[in-house]
């Protein structure tokens, strides 16, 4: 069984897709393929003239909608806002944003939990995906985190991990009180890092699973290096919501355009200097900020993934995530692997389908057994 395992793991990849032309793209055609391209053009009727000040405006207009953004209201049943206090005087209150797919009373539901930077729209798609295939059989709970969309505290840049992980545990009492049905934990990247770090705590008593996306402590810690490196490279500032949207889908940050219309939009906001005649969007979190907690997020996160009393579940976007220790810890069987070879790290973006089915299976194979009473045997009188 290890040996097939093994050989699904690391099944060569497909051939890569097409190159894509976006709409503002440039194609550069030279030598024989011009040629062709005159001859051909030559056999066209005339195009009408256009004046000089309509030019470009189509193409513009064109793109403006192709990467407009998608309401909330299209995953989502609900949207609110619950209020945690601080747990002692030096704690500040904290206003969580979630968003919820209710299912029937006592339904198992799925807590999900994103990475650090976005928020907890880049779960819209799938949260989607899975009311579709389960109906009310279960329930989605998704959340901005503190310092993240629009969720609001007096202690932002608190992203330590052991306040994130009682964050976690407050939002889930905060929306479901003290009797929890049966709860999934779900987290990407640094938020797969949170999840283990609740589970692996017992935070959650009524937790049956953990799945982690496409996070693996070795790999993560390797990459912190660059992290600032790419930082520095985003763009400090956008002049519409569109243009965050289609910073999201050319950097390749998300390959499916339309979770990238829903999940983009929430990771800025308005500067204090933007106006309605010129407006300007910034960064919502300041990760750069955050710096003294990269490295905390992921030690000890194998450690913490593999010690939850729970079922386990790892999906990566290639197998070239997946380190040493939990390459070993894999073959002996103890978490289920899965691999999206045509994902980016945003694996439940760009895949939300198959990641609904996963997690849906996943649940299926772990939830509790409730057995009939067993009826007494008649007395002897």
Known sequence: MANDLL???????????????????????????????????????????????RLGRSSATNASERYAPLDWTNYFEEKRLVTVQGEDDTEAEITF?????????????FVMHHGAGVAGLSFALTAKEIKEAVGKEASVLAFDCRGHGETTSGDENNLSLDRLAKDLKNV?????????????LVGHSMGGAVVSEAASR????????VAVLDIVEGVAIETLANMNGWL??????????????????????VRNLESARVSCPPLVVLSKDSTPENPC???RTNLAASEQYWKDWFTGLTQKFLSAKAGKLLI????????????????????????????????????????????????KRNERLVLPPRPFPPSIA
């Open 281 to 283: 969007y910034v960064w």
């Open 232 to 253: 520095e490279r985003r763009p400090n500032a956008f002049r519409s919501l569109d243009k965050v949207v289609q910073w999201g889908v050319k950097s390749g940050t």
């Open 97 to 109: 944003n979630i968003f919820e797919n209710r299912g029937k009373p006592g339904a198992p539901l």
């Open 7 to 53: 050989r699904k793991m690391y099944k060569a990849r497909p051939p890569p897709l097409p190159p894509h032309f976006d709409d503002d793209d440039d194609v550069d055609i030279t030598g024989e393929s011009l040629d062709t391209l005159s001859s051909s053009l030559s056999l066209l009727p005339p195009l009408p003239a256009v004046h000089p000040s």
């Open 202 to 209: 017992g935070m959650i008593p009524t937790l049956i699973g």
């Open 172 to 184: 889930i009492h905060a929306t479901y009180g003290e009797d929890l049905p049966d709860i999934i």
């Open 316 to 363: 990566l976007a290639g197998t070239d995530r997946l380190d040493t220790e939990m390459t070993i810890a894999q073959m002996q069987g103890k978490f289920q692997l899965m691999v999206f070879p045509n994902s980016g790290h945003a694996v439940q973006e760009d895949e939300p389908a198959r990641m609904a089915r996963e997690l849906v299976a996943f649940w």
